[in-house]
Antibody, heavy 119, light 113 residues
Framework: EVQLVQSGAEVKKPGESLKISCKGSGYTFTNYWIGWVRQMPGKGLEWMGIVSPGDSDTRYSPSFQGQVSISADKSISTAYLQWSSLKASDTAIYYC????????????WGQGTMVTVSS | DVVLTQSPLSLPVTLGQPASISCRSSQSLEFSDGNTYLNWFHQRPGQSPRRLIYKVSNRDSGVPDRFSGSGSGTDFTLKISRVEAEDVGVYYCMQNTHWPMYTFGQGTKLEIK
């Protein structure tokens, strides 16, 4: 079965760092990009950025450039989203989703990781 | 930046009746290869989004044929021929023509009257 399994919910304080993960299985991980999508409480979907696990090519939405870091480790079929200094406004559900090509984007999604940032 | 504007934002529908959601783009979504990369996703409460339609009108595997997508250029529509209870949730259009700057519409919340 093709799936993306994300790491569990996190509760952090402002200023702390965090790295969440997205592990792919059931397919050739390096054949697909992994994108990240934010959903703030009660709000819509926002595209954050995307990484190619094969060569670590990474692209960011201008809204998230410099705010987060996206990476991947192809040896363990896992992509990451990380923050160096969290803010309360980072409280959201974060989804990963895969993309094969421009023709086939976000056909499989992870279950989401809830990140809560509160003092 | 490409902006996608959906309407309506709220859509109350009677079971068995049709529903239609519009998605308008601030720029043409036709790519240099002649294709148009406009997708539709459905998100049920408490669940991850699920893709329904890709490249304007192609239904994903397992998506009921009561769902259809159409449009070109800057104007796109998702239609449900007869709404069922399982169709409740939020529908989003998303463009991936303008790689790598993808954008989602604001979402349309479908509820049963």
């Amino acid at each position: 079965e093709v799936q993306l399994v994300q790491s569990g919910a996190e509760v952090k304080k402002p200023g702390e760092s965090l790295k969440i993960s997205c592990k792919g299985s059931g397919y050739t991980f390096t054949n697909y990009w992994i994108g990240w999508v934010r959903q703030m409480p009660g709000k819509g979907l926002e595209w954050m950025g995307i990484v190619s696990p094969g060569d670590s090519d990474t692209r960011y939405s201008p809204s998230f450039q410099g705010q987060v870091s996206i990476s991947a480790d192809k040896s363990i079929s896992t992509a990451y989203l990380q923050w160096s200094s969290l803010k309360a406004s980072d409280t959201a559900i974060y989804y990963c989703a895969r993309q094969e090509s421009i023709e086939n984007v976000f056909d499989i999604w992870g279950q989401g990781t809830m990140v809560t940032v509160s003092s | 930046d490409v902006v996608l504007t959906q309407s309506p934002l709220s859509l109350p529908v009677t079971l068995g009746q049709p529903a239609s959601i519009s998605c308008r783009s601030s720029q043409s979504l036709e790519f240099s290869d002649g294709n148009t990369y406009l997708n539709w996703f459905h998100q049920r409460p408490g669940q991850s989004p699920r893709r329904l339609i890709y490249k304007v009108s192609n239904r994903d595997s397992g998506v009921p044929d009561r769902f259809s997508g159409s449009g070109s250029g800057t104007d796109f529509t998702l239609k449900i021929s007869r709404v069922e209870a399982e169709d409740v949730g939020v529908y989003y259009c998303m463009q991936n023509t303008h790689w790598p700057m993808y954008t989602f519409g604001q979402g349309t919340k479908l509820e049963i009257k």
